[in-house]
């Protein structure tokens, strides 16, 4: 899986995980079975209401839905549409901010090219290989879209693989004191702090040592604080195992 850093208007960079083609296109199909169920009921309410005579009407609402559907799921969703959501993706600026209403138009504008005339190949072939989560209409508009929930999930099971042995002398026997929810976020924030070398992963780092620390009673932080945070899982899963 593909990942982006996304620099912060107090220039820090941020990773987070691109949406995949596969994504991308689930909720595309997930928005255009949700337009077809809106296109039957007004189709159904118009007859029922109006008879043949609302034919011209109901061609001009439908033609107005179809067109501007995902502009306006993506403003008033805060860049999601109803099958981005069900597949926890976002529309995002690249420097960090929200995406303005031009950058949404923009956006819309280049689904033309990106996805009605050429049936989506644009998009996927961009997609794909850039490998920041953008096409045509995101290049221009400086957005890509990223997974809102990272796939990568700490199970219980992973803590348990860790160091058990019997006679296992603990450097921090507080450790105990920690929740297991605690050490859950413990591990995860060690495992992204690897993945991601970044400043905003190091100071979540620290900031998490410095809450693991006062949660231990300790005088002290240690100055190593990735060492720190693993001996006191280790630490945790021997003496509560």
Known sequence: MAN??????????????VAEVRDRILAFIIDMILLVVVYLVLMFLSLELLGTDAGPLLYLILFFIAAFYSLIAELLMNGQSPGKRAMAIRVVNRNGLEPTMTDYMIRWSFRLIDIWLTLGAVAIMLISAGGKG????????????IRTQNRYTVRLEQLEQMQ??????????????CSEAEMLLVKEVLDRSRRFRNKAHREALEMTAEKISRRMNLSSTPSDKRLFLTQVLQDYVALSR
Do not use: H
């Open 4 to 17: 982006i850093d996304i620099s912060t208007s107090q220039q820090v960079d941020v990773a987070f995980e």
């Open 134 to 145: 953008q096409r045509l209409g995101d290049v221009v508009a400086g957005t890509c879209v």
């Open 164 to 177: 058990n042995a019997e006679g296992y002398v603990a450097t921090y026997p507080t450790a105990v004191q």
